[in-house]
């Protein structure tokens, strides 16, 4: 067996591996020796052993998820302003345009309040790659990215829409502020440059 | 060779340094124009080429040596061995000033403004690196301004006055002013409540920031995602270049969709039909194909108008050769006649005269058109001819144009049907020993075109050394056509005038050189967009084909410029070029295809140029003026509205198309306003709500075509003035 160099801190555990047989007897006697000496059993008694003493350790998908970090940057998550529950989304455009992978489309039209109405938005699940530049540009940090990470679906192209992704108003008092990409620093404050107000 | 002369003349050029640079400058020129001119760059947020300068963002500021405060570059011209500094410490800091100034409660809502990514103050701001603010002023309340197609929000404005000269010098409407109140001046309406203007948009083109934008518009793109489509305007025969701006239709829908449609502001001026009236495209495929392909092999006659590209008269002219039908086009017919008769006495092929020789001209005469609705283009270069040279501009029509009445110095109203009587009395005025055989007394009593005011055209004519005479389209279908063009002749004869003959429609030049025509349509015939026993059109008909905003090709416009013209929408049907490879047998894959057999280019590799004119020998043979015909009773001028010029802009702009009338001649007829009324011009029937105009003067109403389908190309190649009984509806 070589010596392995065990480098760091790290608690590394060298796997024994035998020498490669070099001769036809050797080979021979390996085979034989795999073969006959019941491992399969060991194995098999182990897992046997772990079901009667019913002590799981892998995770009941989909009943159970991974939590997952904030800045983890998985399906887009369109919020709402807390105090009115109107749409933090402008439409200003930015995200459309700075999407590397043009996935993100959106119609704007004037509402009766003469601003600026967002109708639809929608982003190409298939095409996005979840680089996260979308929830960095939004001035409005209206567009983030939400922890749902479950993307299966039966064709290439698909979609989420305006409403997939806006918090539902009865949802309000559950939505979160975003922690993650694009989201205001710690010392956003101080940041700040005052502009004069003498009035 | 030609420069050197210039320079050894010395009189006019003045020598002197910019930034050290040893620089020259023609005389009248600024110390701003000789800048640019060298590519030395001066940041200003108020200039415009078109008009005077008007001097109020002071960004472009230069020191010059020996000058204790520093001048305005845009309005002072240099004189002889000065130095100017056009950067330096003290200006950057001063300039930043200003650009600081002009944020002071500009609000901050750049992300939803129309004009974000293409804005005069987000760039200079930057380019000053302000970061923050340490002005203040007491916030407003400033509503936003509803002025029709336009909106005005008085927040965003920052009063660099850029709307109101170009209003003002180069549209013409003279409609905004700028209301003075120091910190709460305003852009306002020139005496009256609401915008009452042609509604160009000329100044939603100008304005550097959001302040004036279109209506239709707002908050439907952005603009760094339109793609810009050059074109040429296909509603009149000015061509003006524009862009058609381009986006996919919705989220849904990934077919391209014309947003708005800009222009080169410095460059051109363009009117609201150009500018609003986009969105003609056809969207039907309507038809078979084989059908239409054998109604136009059996057809007899091919009857189509000039709304059409150079490559479309090709193909027709060529089916017609291998069929053997006749192309009918009145009013291309008319104006090639006028065209043939015009250069016997011109001694060239063409009219000589372009819209930039109007507008530098210090004297113009305009004869037969209303020129403001029936071409705009025109109508600008004549303001500009007024403001920059003070042009003396005589307006000789039968109606009076109230839009053009701070424009023109001398309206001369002449008796309808007369026209070849005023234009022989005209041409024997500016033409010093003309020698024409004229009975000058008969004919200034039937046209009733006074003696004085003729040789007030004379006594200017002799001082201006820019000259232009303006024909229109009544000239043109008029019956003497023939000998009206050869006095015509004559003008441009001399080198003194230049002439400008206006082609009625968008491609009438075009047409006129590319086809043979003729005159009457026999059965059966095939109508391009006009009425036949089978249509092919893009306004409805038998069969659908593309509109000029679905084609490539070029046009011949009036400055006897070949334009070009690209696809902006697309057409999901067949277009005359394939009807015309199953006719002619060939496997032509394109319509531009045919550029190169016209003009010797591949369509792509076609720069703009100017038709060649072929010089004959002039002839001076006119025949004498015969008797003129006296029109009385009730009269109609056929004349469409600002903002309309045919079927395609009335698909594209809903406006009302009433009678129009003067309260004269409401009460002649003993009509009032919005009664309903029937009459029949020229076998059409109309049934229009009558309108007193306090504009009008005399006995004419004006009718507009524009809203008769197809059947208004062929009313527009009549002579427009046109007898009728008008009954009022009970």
Known sequence: MKELEIRGSQNYVPVEIEDYPTSGWDKFTQVVKRTLKGELFVGLWVVFREMVKFDIHTLQ??????????????????????????????????????????????????????RKEVTEYSINLGRCIFCGYCAEVCPELAIVHGPRYENVSEQRAHFALKDDMLTPI????????????????PNADELVKKTPLAY | MYEMLLYLDGGNMINFKINGKDVVAQKGETILQVARKEGIYIPTMCYLE?????????????????????????????????????????????????????????????????????????????????????????????????????????????????????????????????????????????????????YCGECISVCPVGALISKDFKYTANAWELQKIPASCSHC??????????????????????????????????????????????????????????????????????????????????????????LVNREALNFQNFLKAFAVNAGESLYNGTLEDVADSNQVVVIGTKISTDNPAVRYALTQAFKRNRAFISYLHPVYDSLLQNTIRQFINYEVGTEEGVVAL??????????????????????????????????????????????GADLIAHPKAENIAKFLGLVQRTALWKV??????????????IC?????????????????????????????????????????????????THVAVPFEGRNLNELANKVLGSDVENTIDYTKELFGTHFDDLEIFHLETEITSPKAEVSEVEDLPTFDGTLIYLSNPHLQFSPFTEKAISSEAPLLGSEQFAVAGKLSDGDEVEFEILGEKFRRKFQIDRNLRGVIALNPIFDMGLSAYSLSSNYRFQKAKIEKVK
Request: with cysteine.
């Open chain 1, 61 to 114: 998908y989909p009943e159970e998820v991974l939590p997952v970090s904030p800045r983890y940057r998985a399906v887009h998550k369109l919020l709402l302003l807390l105090e009115s529950g109107s749409e933090r989304c402008i439409g200003c455009g930015l995200c459309e345009k700075i999407c590397i992978a043009d996935c993100i489309r959106m119609d704007t039209k004037v509402d009766e309040n003469s």
């Open chain 2, 516 to 564: 043979e025509l003729s005159d009457e349509a026999v059965s059966p015939s095939v109508g391009y967009n006009m009425k036949a026993d089978f249509v092919i059109s893009a306004l409805g008909g038998d069969f659908s084909v593309p509109a000029l905003n679905q084609q490539e090709g070029t046009f011949v416009n009036l400055n006897r410029e070949v334009v070009k």
């Open chain 2, 426 to 471: 005209l041409v024997d005025t500016i033409l010093e020993n003309s020698e024409l055989d004229l009975d000058i007394g008969y004919l200034s009593g039937e046209t009733n075109v006074g003696e004085e005011e003729l040789e007030q055209i004379a006594k200017i004519s002799k001082r201006a050394t820019k000259k232009t005479l303006v024909v």
């Open chain 2, 237 to 326: 025969s000015a061509g003006c270049e524009i862009s058609y701006e381009v986006k996919h239709t919705s989220t849904e829908d990934q077919t391209q969709k014309i947003y708005r449609v800009t222009n080169d502001y410095e460059e051109n001026t363009v009117c609201g039909a150009g500018r609003f009236g986009f969105d003609f495209g056809n969207s039907e495929t309507k038809g078979d194909f084989s059908e239409a392909v054998e109604k136009l092999r059996n057809a007899k006659s091919i009857v189509f108008n000039s709304n059409i590209t150079n490559e479309e008269a090709k193909i027709l002219s060529e089916v017609s050769k291998k069929t053997g039908a006749k």
């Open chain 2, 50 to 198: 078109k008009t005077t300068p008007i001097g109020s963002c002071r960004l472009c500021v230069v020191e010059v040596e020996g000058y204790d405060a520093p001048i305005l570059s845009c309005q002072s011209k240099p004189t002889d061995g000065i130095e100017v500094q056009t950067d330096s410490d003290e200006l950057f800091k001063h300039r930043k000033n200003i650009m600081e100034l002009y944020n002071v409660n500009h609000p901050l809502e750049c992300g939803v403004c129309d004009k974000s990514g293409a804005c005069d103050l987000q760039n200079k701001t930057l380019e000053f690196g302000l970061s923050c603010q340490s002005f203040t002023a007491k916030e407003q309340n400033r509503p936003k301004k509803d002025w029709g197609r336009i909106q005005y929000d008085e927040s965003l404005c920052i009063l660099c006055e850029k709307c109101v000269s170009t209003c003002n010098e180069a549209v013409g409407d003279d409609a905004i002013e700028l209301h003075f109140g120091g910190y709460s001046s305003s852009i306002v309406p020139k005496g009256s409540e609401t915008l009452d203007c042609t």
């Open chain 1, 170 to 185: 009865d949802m309000l008092k559950a939505q979160k502020e975003y922690p993650g990409f694009g989201a205001l620093s």
């Open chain 2, 500 to 513: 400008l003959i206006v082609p009625p429609e968008t491609n009438s030049l075009g047409v006129a050189e």
